[in-house]
């Protein structure tokens, strides 16, 4: 999967969001519930991560995303970007300043090494919130 270049290297923070609802507006960040703070280390091994998602098929599920990621820099005022991810029909849609128009939909394969990894952080970050 492609990530804007530039805000990757200036991303110093990533928030987990697990997602209640669809954004009531194009380009509103996801509602939901943020589940983790990941800097340093974390935020280099998961946009490693995501970067390594392999492309896939679409598949028809009305896009559901569970989670997202907002990435921010050192400012941590304004997101660069905001992945969102729907395990059920491989869709990621991202949104933000830095994310170019080719780069907004793409798709991906969760039955991946990288996917099943990526969805496993998520879950679970969103076990530990809930305990």
Excluded: K
Aim: proline letters at 9%; hydrophobic letters at 45%.
């Amino acid at each position: 999967m492609e990530l804007p270049t530039e805000a990757v290297a200036a991303t110093a923070l990533i928030e987990v969001v697990r997602i209640s609802a669809l954004p009531a507006r194009r380009n509103d960040p996801y509602p939901g519930r943020v589940v983790a703070h990941w800097a340093g280390g974390e935020v280099a091994d998961t946009l490693a991560l995501i970067e390594e998602l392999s492309g896939g098929e679409q598949h028809r599920c009305g896009f559901s995303p569970g989670w997202s990621v907002r990435a921010y820099g050192d400012a941590l005022d304004t997101a660069l970007f905001e992945a969102a991810f729907c395990f059920t029909c491989q869709e990621v849609r991202m949104h933000g300043p830095a994310v170019p128009p080719p780069l907004a939909r793409q798709f991906f394969d969760p039955a991946a090494p990288p996917g099943r990894a990526l969805l496993a952080r998520f879950r679970a970050v969103s076990a530990q919130a809930e305990s």
